[in-house]
């Protein structure tokens, strides 16, 4: 019998399809439900994004492209890196990815040795850890604590390197939490891995969704120049998933490198959305101040309304669309009060531990949801718990 590879079958998907797939069952069969496991904000792509789009295809926008990305969005990337993170890439720094993803995947791909370890939160964006094993690697998980409001302690980074460190991942503001690391959280974790000689990837897809509070970059200490690499996209703020477009920013060394990963995978990304990244970035960015506005007042909806159900407690995020209440008072386990929740209350959420251990106790709430949804699908889960 033919065998696949090992790697194969070490890589995992994501739990939040396969409870989306389960919701949609239940919506076949006439149950209704409310939707709070997808992370993707509910809005529609700004139009001007679209119509920019539309036009290049339009124009015949629609060949190969340099797989590395075209030189016009490039240069947008730079100056929008100059603008918000404060210092100014080469060109030859960035990469443009069919979404941020596979930035996660290609620049693991080109870090990462099988038995070495990786660095990561738990819990955490389920990606880091499927990539680390499919690698051959050992994953590492840092626990973020409910009393530290879920942010990464640099000093429990320090306790786990050792020779075998190559990696670590960092993503805030975060998901599942929503947590924002501080600017000296940031920048101890670069100098942590300056001293030891390690790389840091971070997945910076919610930089322009916090609350309250300022994103704060590792990039910063070497202008990913050295040994940091900067993950960002159109898919959040811009309300681009289903474009795939995504950009890195990198040492020039790895930057080569991936453009070979990048021809051997997927010669270039789409040229068309390219052009409609040009517009997002450089376009009216006032879709941007709105619909953080609409989503701070969906926060403190849906922290006020799980704070008045018996048995939840839920701290107010700083950042993304997520929010991570503790069950631990209802006595059920994460998974089976996310089962209990959409087979009783016909509310979908992810059970915490979709994103590692660490999550047991807890839900991932993503509140990219109307007002409305929010208030009944309080209503029901209160019902379940008087
Ligand atoms: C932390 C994090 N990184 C990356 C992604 C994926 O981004 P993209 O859709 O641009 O590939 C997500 C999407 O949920 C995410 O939460």
């Given at each position: 019998m033919a065998q696949l590879s090992k790697g194969s079958s070490r890589i995992y998907g994501e739990a939040a399809f396969e409870i989306l797939a389960k919701a949609q069952?239940?919506?076949k069969k006439g149950t209704n439900i409310?939707?709070?496991?997808?992370?993707?904000?509910?809005?529609?792509?700004?139009?001007?994004?679209?119509?920019?789009?539309?036009?290049?295809?339009?124009?015949?926008?629609?060949?190969?492209?340099?797989?590395?990305?075209?030189p016009e969005l490039r240069k947008?990337?730079?100056?929008?890196?100059?603008?918000?993170?404060?210092?100014?890439?080469?060109?030859?720094?960035?990469?443009?990815?069919?979404?941020?993803?596979?930035?996660?995947f290609f620049s693991m791909l080109s870090i990462v040795n099988p038995g070495d370890e990786v660095i990561y939160q738990d819990p955490s964006y389920p990606t880091y850890g499927s990539v680390t094993?499919?690698?051959?690697?050992?994953?590492i998980l840092i626990p973020l604590l409910e009393e530290n409001d879920f942010r990464m302690n640099p000093?429990?980074?320090?306790?786990?390197?050792?020779?075998?460190?190559?990696?670590?991942?960092?993503?805030?503001?975060?998901?599942?939490t929503g947590s924002v690391l501080t600017k000296n959280e940031i920048m101890e974790i670069a100098e942590i891995a300056e001293?030891?000689?390690?790389?840091?990837?971070?997945?910076?897809?919610?930089?322009?969704?916090t609350y309250e509070t300022t994103h704060y970059t590792p990039t910063m200490r070497d202008e990913a120049k050295d040994r940091t690499v900067l993950l960002d996209g159109f898919s959040k703020y811009y309300a681009m998933t289903g474009w795939r477009l995504g950009y890195m920013v990198t040492p020039i060394e790895m930057a080569n490198r991936l453009q070979d990963?990048?021809?051997?995978?997927?010669?270039?990304?789409?040229?068309?959305?390219?052009?409609?990244?040009?517009?997002?970035?450089?376009?009216?960015?006032?879709?941007?101040?709105?619909?953080?506005?609409?989503?701070?007042?969906?926060?403190?909806?849906?922290?006020?309304?799980?704070?008045?159900?018996?048995?939840?407690?839920?701290?107010?995020?700083?950042?993304?669309?997520?929010?991570?209440?503790?069950?631990?008072?209802?006595?059920?386990?994460?998974?089976?009060?996310?089962?209990?929740?959409?087979?009783?209350?016909?509310?979908?959420?992810?059970?915490?531990?979709?994103?590692?251990?660490?999550?047991?106790g807890y839900l991932r709430f993503s509140y990219a949801n109307s007002i409305g949804n929010i208030d009944e699908a309080i209503d029901r889960i209160k019902q379940l718990f008087e």
């Open positions: 069952e239940l919506e409310l939707h709070f496991e997808i992370g993707e904000p509910d809005m529609e792509t700004p139009l001007n994004v679209v119509e920019a789009g539309i036009k290049a295809i339009k124009d015949n926008k629609t060949h190969y492209v340099p797989s590395i990305g075209i947008a990337v730079q100056n929008e890196i100059e603008k918000t993170r404060g210092y100014r890439p080469d060109l030859e720094q960035i990469v443009i990815t069919p979404g941020l993803k596979p930035g996660i094993s499919f690698l051959g690697a050992k994953g000093d429990d980074i320090k306790k786990r390197i050792n020779n075998k460190t190559k990696l670590i991942v960092i993503n805030s503001p975060q998901n599942p001293e030891n000689d390690i790389y840091i990837i971070s997945d910076e897809i919610y930089s322009k969704m990963f990048l021809v051997s995978a997927i010669s270039c990304t789409t040229s068309f959305t390219q052009w409609a990244g040009i517009e997002a970035l450089t376009g009216d960015q006032t879709f941007i101040t709105d619909m953080m506005k609409r989503f701070l007042t969906k926060r403190d909806r849906i922290v006020n309304g799980l704070n008045s159900i018996s048995g939840f407690n839920c701290l107010s995020p700083k950042g993304a669309f997520y929010v991570f209440p503790n069950i631990k008072n209802t006595e059920m386990t994460s998974e089976k009060c996310a089962n209990y929740l959409l087979n009783k209350a016909g509310v979908a959420v992810l059970p915490g531990t979709a994103f590692g251990p660490g999550g047991e």
